[in-house]
């Protein structure tokens, strides 16, 4: 069975199977790509890293780490989906502001990483997660 190019019924498992690669690919890519690298030159970001409404550039690093990295873990399994994208959501608006709020140029990525976060905030996790098995187990 073929499907029309131009479908707009959509599918539920094949929902379900994008929001599942959705949640991979932008959890994996930030836990590798942005996460570790803090982890990793920690040292040297400390003094240097983009000081978030004045709590310093130290508290402002190990807020993104956090973010960055366990909040993406929570994302990658789908738990507490929504919970753990706010961080994220708001990691994203302030990498954004430090790059000039320039989505056309240096802040592009963040500004891509933020439309990802917020389409699963309104969607949710879907069925391939922690988070829908939890919510069929009845506690009545």
């Known amino acids: 069975m073929f499907m029309k190019l131009n479908a707009t ?4 498992k094949l929902l379900n199977i ?5 949640r991979l690919s932008l959890g994996g890519l ?8 803090k982890i990793i030159k920690y040292e040297v970001l400390k003094t240097e890293f983009f ?7 130290n508290i402002s690093l190990i807020l ?16 507490y ?3 753990a994208l706010i961080p994220l959501i708001v990691t994203m608006l302030v990498a954004i502001s430090s790059h000039g709020w320039e989505i056309f140029g240096a802040a592009e990525i963040g500004f891509l ?5 917020v389409f ?3 969607v949710g996790p879907g069925d391939k997660s922690i988070d829908a098995r939890m919510n069929k187990r009845s506690f009545y």
Do not use: Q
């Open 51 to 57: 000081d978030f409404i004045g709590l310093g550039s």
């Open 113 to 117: 990483y933020l439309l990802g976060y």
């Open 18 to 22: 994008g929001l599942l690669l959705i």
């Open 64 to 79: 993104a780490i956090v973010a960055e990295v366990l909040c993406s873990i929570l994302l990658v399994f789908g738990l």
């Open 81 to 83: 989906t929504r919970l």
């Open 30 to 37: 930030m836990i590798a790509n942005h996460g570790w690298m």
């Open 120 to 122: 699963l905030f309104l």
């Open 9 to 12: 019924k959509i599918d539920p």
